[in-house]
């Protein structure tokens, strides 16, 4: 059984920073291609940045610059360290883990208000 648990949400200033992370329980992870991905309120789900079982990033124009996704297989955490945060970053903001089958996580705040 595969289970994710983000953590690192909440309230933050524009011009702020936050750090994401998801721990992905479970054997193989150095498979899983990683991501996160985000929901605000009326939108659908978007992609913010995915990461590859070898290390290759992808990265949503709207975060480029801004956001930076990391890995670290030793400890089967993925990370998003969210910098220069703006208002539209706020969303609901969700871990997924992909190979064979798709995860996610159960989702974590993150508002971005002065």
């Known amino acids: 059984q595969v289970q994710l648990v983000e953590s690192g949400g909440g309230l933050v200033q524009p011009g702020g920073s936050l750090r994401l992370s998801c721990v992905v329980s479970?054997?193989?992870?150095?498979?899983?291609?990683l991501g996160w991905y985000r929901q605000a309120p009326g939108k659908e789900r978007e992609l913010v940045a995915t990461?590859?079982?070898?290390?290759?990033?992808n990265y949503a124009d709207s975060v480029k610059g801004r956001f930076t996704i990391s890995r670290d297989n030793a400890k089967n955490t993925v990370a998003l360290q969210m910098n220069s945060l703006k208002p539209e970053d706020t969303a609901v903001y969700y871990c997924?883990?992909?190979?064979?089958?798709?995860?996610w996580g159960q989702g974590t705040q993150v508002t971005v208000s002065s």
């Open positions: 990461i590859t079982s070898t290390g290759t990033t």
């Open positions: 997924n883990a992909r190979w064979r089958f798709n995860y």
């Open positions: 479970g054997s193989f992870f150095v498979n899983y291609a």
